[in-house]
Structure formats: structure tokens, C-alpha cells
């Protein structure tokens, strides 16, 4: 306790140094800490599955068809299941949503359809009962379900008694087999129930690739290992399905392989870089702040020479004198990495408070154990390294000199300059670099906010409804429906257009099949071209604002037969017919069915950004919704689609009038996802907007540091140059000439710091190429205009000790002195 006598007695003698050291550090390390509880929440921390080092995301990839990463067929799955050595186990997934009915109000759930073998993959028992099991995927099983604790406890009351009984899935009842436990959240943590995959291995559809991996590795084998062995699996699918498998010429021409990698990866997803970007960026504010506090330790053991002369006279050894030095500035230290922790605790709860799209693991992130140790540990490093800087420099000064002159000798004023004036080039540096990777970022945004996404998201309202088997059991019921729903949506105050679509544009849903196109017959065995398909209603295109180009769109829906019309996009029709038009042209799906069932061109669209607005449009084929398909009597209507509504003012006081229309027809059917289309264009921006506001708030307070800390050296400077400046003005300086050299010294001070941080950012902002959008690392406006910015910032700060400099009367000033 009496070691802190003389820390207290220190921080009560100058309170606003106090202050202002405790709370630049504070913001510094809060800063750090929050991002690192981010950091390490979503990447460093262990999934929380059993042995998770050895689970693995197993993919597949086609460069013949320029494809990086998609899923399974159910032939892929049983054939790795049955051959596979490295890997113990294989069990694949797909999220959906589920309607739930019955007792309470009718909702759509999220959902995951799964094999049996991705609960023994992942290796969690249930909270109650059990989990899915092979059998349940088998044709004519009876249909089970899983419930996620969240709702077991929210719909079901917590009652076990919910296990065993059966309950309305999707309008078909499901008997509740388990309850998994509450830290249970996968594939994601929204997902509340899971349903059994059914796959009949007398009806394989091997091309279809659209079910999600994971695997666990056996002991000593490597995901490397996996991927070989897996790749020469895949060349065994002809022999060991025949007909049903994919033919030899489309593995060779697709290139057909396999990706295995950590699971982790896949869980973190594409934020990984940004994360690991966003820490650096705050590592050097956390710089910034300590040579903010250098500078000010410096001025204050500069004024302390005379009190650490007399002790050296006393006897203190320059250990002694260096001791104090560091026990105050550790001291210091860990008071700001107390409030530091304080602050990083509101930060990580407000950031999973605003809940940003595209950060996985969100409900982990929090200030824990480890966070207090980073805490700690930047306080004592960050304490030591500017209390070592005072150390150093005034830890040995000379006895005589400093009791004669109070320690304002030339040579000890130089030193101290120099130290200072290095210690603000580097801030101004760092923040160099910060700004010019904000501004950046800024740019990309901001182009992306002026793509044109194909679409006009103002005034439209989407919806998602899902039409169960039992109650629409065939194409005609469901074309039935629409007609009705149409009708009753269109009759509400308020709509000016409404239509249905498979796949909402933006929203990360994409449907793409192989199609033959009559022009450009192939062989069977040739791989046809891939093709992203929307299967739509009429009116869809005026409900979302894409012109129609040529042509005309879609017939009205007639209940009693599907359709053979199709629309392309101008895209699809410049890849197929550069220069001609595509009307009367005809495509399909392609199947190996008889006979083939075309469907002709009637219009050609503008291109749609579908997937993200990162990307170019590509070519796309819009489908009728009652659609006729390859094969006799086949025809595919959508059970699961989007209703959107184009309103005459705002879009989102229309759904309660349209959610009651839709239930006017159908009381029972759950209204999911109900969102504006400006919503959902703004969730295809998240990760480009989440890592541009933190880099700018990284670059606000990095610029506030800087221009502090030049504000703090140049001001001090004059007033340790009072009776120079009155000599001078003694000898005929004009106070315009003072001002004038004060703000030289801060535009020196700047522009060093400017020459070198240039150089830094060149090099330090090509890692962020992946987060730009049409935007280079190197864009010249961006490293042109911030080093203005921040000149100018620098001048400002230098002009207030300028104007002080000026009004200094020469008498005045050399009688003080």
C-alpha cells in the first residue's frame, strides 16, 4: 500500500496530465481489446464441438466450369462414405426454413435438412431424446424432427413431454425425436429445428451439387490427405452408379476435384481478412496514444530536471531515478487499461447489440478472461515503453548543471526536441496510413452504393411464404394460389405492382442447372453450359424495376397447363448471340429425359446483379412459374418463393395490409423475411460497410491523437522558447514572422511525417485488396488528397501556439526569463 503513496501523490500534483495520459491510453487499449475479443471469438477460439481440430469442410470444385467451391450430390456422399480411410465420418446438410403450425401463431422457422451422420460428425448429444439417425433419411420413413433448446423453451414451454409427440412441419405432422442443447447452434445460430435429408439411392441425382459438407478426419491423416484421396474417389462414380452417376467425359472436361479444409474456415467465411486488418488498424492507434504520452512524459520530466538533479546530489542511483520513472508510467498504465477494459466492455456490447450481417459466432463475442490478460498485458508493455523513453533521457542528467540552470541546458533542450519531434512523426505516420485505408474504403462504398444492381429497390416489399405438400399437393394448386394471391395483393390501397420469384435477387439464394440450347447442340456426354435460373410470375419485372429490353415478358399463369416461355437477360443473349436477337431461340433444362421440352424466347431483360453487387451480372433465364421441364408430363413449380410488392409510397406500411391479404387466402401459412428491398441491398453491402466504419472511427480517432499530439509538442516549444521569441522580436521580428516560423515547424513536422507514411501505405494497403470494390490500393486521388487533409489538420494544430507565440511582448518575455 505505501508503494502507491507516491503514484498518487505524482497523479494528484498534476491532475490534467493525469487525465489526459489515463485517457488517451484508455481509448488506445480499450480499442485493442474490443477488436481482440472480436478477433478472438470468431477466429482463434476452438469451435465448440468435440476434438474440433479434426472436423473439415469438404467441397468440391470445377475449374472446367469455373467453379472455385460448391457442394455434394447424393452421390458423392454415399460414394465417399463407402470408400473414404481418411475420414471417420461425412455428413451433409442444407439450411431452409420450415413452417410451423398447429397451437400459436403460424411461423416460418429457420431450418437445416440433415443427414443422420452430421450429428455423429459433430459429436453432441441431445438435451433430450435423440438425434437424427440414418434411417431417418430413407424413402417412406416416418417424417421426425429435431428442435433446436431455443424453441423447445419459446414455442413448446420447456415441456419434455414434447418428446415422442408430433407436431405440424410444414403441414405434415413430424414426430419430435430430441432436443439439442442450448450452446447446440448449427449450421448457424439462428437454426431452430432439423429435418432428415431423405436419400434414395434407387433415384440418384448425382449432378445435383448442392448440399453443404463436413467431415471428421480419422486420427494422423491431414486435410491435404483427405482432398487426394476423395479427388481419385470421384473418378469410381461411373462404375459404381452406372447411369445415375456422372459420366467419365464430364468429370475430365469439369475437372472435377475436391477441397478439404479446416471447418473453421467455413464458419468464418470471407471476415476473416477484415477482422485481422481491423486489429492492425487499431494496433496503431494504440502507438499513436503512447507516443501521445511519451510526448507528454517528456515534457513533464523536462520540467522535472532540478527535482532529479537534487536527488541525484542526494545519492538515487540512475536506477533509482529510472525506477520512478517507470513506476508512475506503469502506474498510469494500468489505471487506462482498467478504463480501457471498461470501454472495450460497451464496445463488444454494442456491436452485438446492432447485430452487423457477416460476422459468424456473434453470440460468443464478449470481454472475458483473456480479453482482462491483453488488457493487461498492452498496459504494462505500453507503461514501460513510454515510461522508458523519460527513463532514458533524464534518468542520468548531469548534478550541476541542472541545480544552476534548472536543467534548461542547450544541449538536454535539443535532445528533448529531437525525441519529441521523432515521437510526432511517427504519430503522424501511423495515421497516414490509417486515413489513406479508410479512405479507401470510403471509395469503395461508395461506388458500390452507386452500382446499378439491375433493380430499383425503392418502394418494393418482399415477403417469403412456402405453400406445404399436403395442403397445395401439385403444380395446379400452387399455380392456383398465385393466381389468388396476386389478385388479393394487387387489391390492397397502396400496391402498384406484385409478383412472385424462386430466388430474390441480393438476398445469397441462387439456383444455376446445365442447359441445352437448340442453337448449340453437344454431345450427351459433353458438359453443357451452367446457367442461373429464376423461376418467376407475370408481372415480376415491373414489380422490381428491370426494363425489358426486347420482346415482351411472360403470358398470364394458366392453373391448368405449365408454360413454355422463357426471358433471358441481355447478358445471356450477348453470350449466346452477340449481335442478333434471341427471340423465338430455344433452351432447356438439361436432362437426359424424353422428349425434350423446349422453351422459347419471348424477351430479353436488362442484367440483374443476382448474387452480390460485387460481382458482374451474369447470364440469367427466367422461367414462368408453372414451367415445363425435360421428360413427360414433368413440370417444376416452386413450393418456397418471394412475393414482392412495388408500393406507391413506403413499402414497409404495407405489411400488415398484405400479410392480412395473403392470410385472407390461407390462414395458416407463416409470412417469413418480411423486409424492403433497400434492406436487402444494404445486408449485400455488410462486410464492405462494417469494415469501413470501423476504419473510419480507427482514422478519426488517429487523426484527433495526431494533431493533438502536434498541437501539445509545438505549444510546448514555445513556451519553452518565451525569451528567444522576445529577442527576436527585441532585434525586429514582426509577430507575423513568429507566427510564421511556429507554423513552418508543424508543417515540417507534418510533411516528414507525410514522405514517410506515403511510403508505408503503399506497401501496407495492398493487403487490402480483397476488401476494395473497383477501387486500387494505390488509388492515386486517395494518396493524393489525405496527405493535404492531414497537412492541413497539422496546421491547424500548430496555429493556436502561432497566435500565442505572436502576442509575446520582447520586455515581458526577457524580464521572466
Not at 220 to 244: D, I, K, T
Not at 449 to 470: F, M, N, Q, Y
Not at 683 to 697: E, G, K, N, P, Q
Request: proline residues 7%; glycine residues 10%.
Amino acid at each position: 500500500m505505501l508503494s502507491l503513496l507516491p503514484l498518487l501523490r505524482s497523479m494528484r500534483r498534476d491532475v490534467r496530465f493525469t487525465l489526459l495520459s489515463v485517457v488517451t491510453l484508455a481509448v488506445g487499449i480499450g480499442a485493442n481489446v474490443a477488436i481482440f475479443s472480436v478477433v478472438d471469438a470468431v477466429l482463434l477460439r476452438a469451435l465448440p464441438f468435440p476434438e474440433p481440430e479434426r472436423l473439415v469442410g469438404v467441397w468440391h470444385t470445377a475449374p472446367g466450369l469455373d467453379l472455385d467451391k460448391f457442394g455434394h450430390s447424393d452421390a458423392s456422399y454415399l460414394l465417399y462414405r463407402k470408400y473414404s480411410r481418411t475420414l471417420s465420418g461425412l455428413g451433409l446438410f442444407v439450411q431452409a426454413s420450415a413452417s410451423l403450425t398447429g397451437s400459436g401463431e403460424p411461423e416460418r422457422v429457420p431450418a437445416a435438412r440433415a443427414t443422420g451422420s452430421l450429428f455423429e460428425v459433430l459429436r453432441v448429444p441431445p438435451a433430450l431424446g435423440r438425434t437424427l439417425a440414418e434411417g431417418d433419411g430413407r424413402p417412406g420413413a416416418e417424417p421426425v424432427v429435431v428442435l433446436s433448446h431455443g424453441l423447445f423453451r419459446r414455442r413448446f414451454g420447456g415441456d419434455p413431454r414434447v418428446v415422442g409427440s408430433t407436431i405440424p412441419v410444414d403441414g405434415r405432422a413430424h414426430r419430435v425425436v430430441g432436443v439439442m442443447p442450448e450452446r447446440f447452434r448449427f449450421p448457424s445460430p439462428e437454426t431452430e429445428l432439423w429435418l432428415p435429408i431423405t436419400i434414395d439411392p434407387a433415384k440418384l441425382n448425382a449432378g445435383a451439387f448442392s448440399m453443404s459438407g463436413v467431415g471428421r478426419l480419422r486420427p494422423g491423416a491431414s486435410p491435404e490427405a483427405a482432398a487426394r484421396e476423395l479427388s481419385a474417389l470421384v473418378w469410381r462414380m461411373p462404375e459404381e452408379f452406372g447411369e445415375r452417376g456422372l459420366r467419365r467425359a464430364m468429370i475430365e472436361s469439369a475437372r472435377l476435384a475436391v477441397l478439404v479444409h479446416p471447418q473453421r474456415e467455413d464458419v468464418v467465411g470471407e471476415i476473416a481478412e477484415v477482422l485481422w486488418i481491423l486489429l492492425g488498424s487499431v494496433g496503431f492507434i494504440l502507438l499513436i496514444a503512447c507516443a501521445n504520452v511519451a510526448n507528454l512524459f517528456l515534457v513533464r520530466a523536462e520540467g522535472r530536471t532540478r527535482e532529479v538533479a537534487v536527488r541525484a546530489a542526494l545519492g538515487a542511483s540512475r536506477w533509482d531515478v529510472a525506477r520512478a520513472f517507470l513506476g508512475e508510467s506503469v502506474g498510469l498504465a494500468l489505471v487506462a487499461g482498467a478504463a480501457g477494459l471498461a470501454l472495450a466492455w460497451a464496445g463488444t456490447r454494442a456491436l452485438v447489440a446492432l447485430r452487423p450481417e457477416g460476422i459468424p459466432r456473434l453470440e460468443e463475442i464478449g470481454v472475458d478472461a483473456r480479453a482482462a490478460a491483453v488488457a493487461l498485458a498492452l498496459a504494462i508493455v505500453s507503461g514501460l515503453a513510454f515510461g522508458a523513453v523519460a527513463a532514458l533521457r533524464y534518468g542520468a542528467h548531469e548534478v550541476v548543471p541542472a541545480l544552476k540552470e534548472g536543467g534548461r541546458s542547450a544541449s538536454a533542450g535539443r535532445a528533448s526536441r529531437r525525441g519529441r519531434n521523432l515521437l510526432v512523426v511517427a504519430q503522424t505516420v501511423l495515421a497516414l496510413v490509417l486515413l489513406i485505408g479508410s479512405g479507401l474504403m470510403v471509395k469503395s462504398f461508395w461506388k458500390l452504393r452507386r452500382v446499378d444492381p439491375g433493380i430499383d429497390p425503392a418502394g418494393v416489399l418482399a415477403l417469403h411464404l412456402s405453400l406445404p405438400e399436403a395442403t397445395y399437393p401439385d403444380g395446379g394448386a400452387l399455380a392456383r394460389f398465385v393466381v389468388a394471391l396476386r389478385e388479393r395483393v394487387a387489391a390492397v390501397p397502396g400496391v402498384v405492382a406484385v409478383a412472385t420469384v424462386s430466388e430474390l435477387p441480393l438476398s445469397g439464394q441462387v439456383s444455376a442447372s446445365g442447359h441445352s440450347i437448340e442453337d448449340f447442340p453437344q454431345p450427351r456426354e459433353a458438359l453443357p453450359p451452367i446457367l442461373p435460373t429464376r423461376q418467376v410470375s407475370p408481372g415480376y419485372f415491373e414489380a422490381m424495376g428491370i426494363p425489358l429490353l426486347e420482346g415482351r415478358t411472360l403470358s398470364p399463369i394458366d392453373p391448368s397447363r405449365p408454360s413454355d416461355e422463357a426471358v433471358v437477360s441481355s447478358t445471356l443473349a450477348e453470350r449466346f448471340w452477340p449481335g442478333k436477337s434471341p427471340l423465338g431461340k430455344r433452351l432447356t433444362l438439361r436432362s437426359d429425359s424424353e422428349p425434350v421440352r423446349w422453351s422459347t424466347i419471348v424477351g430479353v431483360v436488362g442484367p440483374v446483379r443476382e448474387e452480390r453487387l460485387e460481382e458482374a451480372p451474369g447470364p440469367t433465364v427466367y422461367y414462368p412459374l408453372r414451367r415445363v421441364a425435360s421428360g413427360t408430363d414433368s413440370e417444376t413449380v416452386p413450393r418456397n418463393f418471394t412475393l414482392v410488392v412495388r408500393a406507391a409510397t413506403d413499402p414497409a406500411a404495407l405489411s400488415g395490409p398484405v400479410r392480412d391479404a395473403i392470410w385472407a387466402i390461407d390462414d395458416d401459412l407463416p409470412v417469413a423475411q418480411v423486409r424492403t428491398m433497400e434492406e436487402v441491398v444494404a445486408r449485400s453491402m455488410a462486410r464492405t460497410s462494417f469494415a469501413m466504419l470501423l476504419l473510419v472511427i480507427a482514422s478519426a480517432v488517429a487523426l484527433l491523437l495526431g494533431s493533438v499530439g502536434i498541437y501539445g509538442v509545438i505549444s510546448y516549444a514555445v513556451s519553452r522558447r518565451t525569451r528567444e521569441i522576445g529577442v527576436r522580436m527585441a532585434l525586429g521580428a514582426r509577430r507575423g514572422d513568429i507566427a510564421r516560423m511556429v507554423l513552418g515547424e508543424g508543417a515540417v513536422l507534418a510533411l516528414a511525417g507525410v514522405a514517410l507514411g506515403l511510403g508505408s501505405a503503399f506497401a501496407l494497403t495492398r493487403l487490402m485488396s480483397a476488401l476494395l470494390f473497383e477501387v486500387s490500393p494505390t488509388d492515386p486521388p486517395t494518396f493524393a488528397a489525405v496527405p493535404v487533409l492531414l497537412t492541413a489538420v497539422a496546421l491547424f494544430a500548430s496555429y493556436l501556439p502561432a497566435q500565442r507565440a505572436a502576442a509575446v511582448e520582447p520586455l515581458e518575455a526577457i524580464r521572466t526569463e
